[in-house]
């Protein structure tokens, strides 16, 4: 974080893709160990995706898998226990209970 402030053009350590269309939000849980990303396809105004990931040492995140989500998922936020993502479908208006691991 710190290098984004004071040198944002040499900031970005690796990209990933994301197994979707516009990415929208992303979330790391499980002690940073893991990473969501809402896939919104919010341009096709498709049904959107939530795609997991683990993050290793390497900078080569292993993807786990896909989860299907409402029209427009875009926020993500983690249950107090850290068990649980709540993913907002901002289009359908609803919020789904997505388990963090498989």
């Known amino acids: 974080p710190h290098r984004l402030e004071t040198d944002p053009d040499h900031a970005l350590l690796y990209a990933v893709a994301s197994h979707g269309a516009s990415p929208?939000?992303?979330?790391?849980?499980?002690?940073?160990?893991?990473?969501?990303?809402?896939?919104s396809d919010r341009f096709?105004?498709?049904?959107?995706?939530?795609?997991l990931f683990t993050l290793t040492s390497s900078h080569e995140?292993?993807?786990?898998?896909?989860?299907?989500?409402?029209?427009?998922?875009?926020?993500?936020?983690?249950?107090?226990?850290?068990?649980?993502l709540y993913l907002t479908n901002y289009i359908?208006?609803?919020?789904?209970?997505v388990p963090g691991s498989p």
């Open 24 to 39: 929208v939000g992303v979330r790391l849980y499980a002690a940073d160990r893991k990473l969501a990303v809402a896939n």
């Open 61 to 84: 995140p292993i993807f786990e898998r896909l989860v299907p989500a409402g029209s427009f998922p875009r926020n993500i936020t983690l249950s107090q226990d850290g068990q649980n």
């Open 92 to 97: 359908s208006r609803s919020v789904q209970v």
């Open 44 to 51: 096709a105004h498709g049904p959107g995706m939530l795609a």
